[in-house]
T-cell receptor, first 113, second 115 residues
């Protein structure tokens, strides 16, 4: 199994809503990542978890709150988002010792209205 | 700031031709250079990668050429096919502290292969 599964595939939320994005992998990877990708742009790193601990937070606003409940799951909790937060949110995972070989999920297309 | 510069921004190639995408980096601490392929509406998929102690790596129709002294690397797609039409991102991996490594992406090249 070389898949990273993200749910939901699409999400429309209002600016006052609270929602969560979910990511799951069963490859035994101990590094997991959240990226944000705007149209025609490269993925931008948001958060890195290593061994279920947050190791990098790329100055992401607090309206995005990551959580890593166990080594297979990664969540991104969303609250009070802005329309400019609309983007494709990608989850990825990798072996700690092979971090450039990252496997990406298909992403969640988020629209904030 | 770590950067990876990628060119061209877009590329149109005839079927059967060679597609060439170039990248340059600044940080000599980068130690792994992957290429990702992304189709519309999908996440990026790892295509091929190279370490800086190797000058060339080939996998099928895809070849990475690496010039460590010039801090440049490139992707060659031989016998390009319409199914290769996608956005290609070069990237560089380096240690970012606290036991973590970070991928730095180029801005991407949109490849269109026309029949």
């Amino acid at each position: 199994d070389t898949e990273v599964t993200q749910t939901p595939k699409h999400l429309v939320m209002g600016m006052t809503n609270k929602k969560s994005l979910k990511c799951e992998q069963h490859m035994g990877h101990r590094a997991m990542y959240w990226y944000k990708q705007k149209a025609k742009k490269p993925p931008e790193l948001m958060f890195v978890y290593s061994y279920e601990k947050l190791s990098i937070n790329e100055s992401v606003p607090s309206r995005f709150s990551p959580e890593c409940p166990n080594s297979s799951l990664l969540n991104l909790h969303l609250h009070a988002l802005q329309p400019e937060d609309s983007a494709l949110y990608l989850c990825a995972s990798s072996q700690i010792a092979d971090r450039a070989r990252a496997f990406f999920g298909q992403g969640t297309r988020l629209t904030v209205v | 700031q770590q950067q990876v510069k990628q060119s061209p921004q877009s590329l149109i190639v005839q079927k059967g031709g060679i597609s060439i995408i170039n990248c340059a980096y600044e940080n000599t601490a980068f130690d792994y250079f992957p290429w990702y392929q992304q189709f519309p509406g999908k996440g990026p998929a790892l295509l091929i990668a190279i370490r800086p102690d190797v000058s060339e790596k080939k996998e099928g129709r895809f070849t990475i050429s690496f010039n460590k002294s010039a801090k440049q690397f490139s992707l060659h797609i031989m016998d390009s096919q319409p199914g290769d039409s996608a956005t290609y991102f070069c990237a560089a991996s380096g240690y970012s502290g606290a036991g973590s490594y970070q991928l730095t992406f180029g801005k991407g090249t949109k490849l269109s292969v026309i029949p």
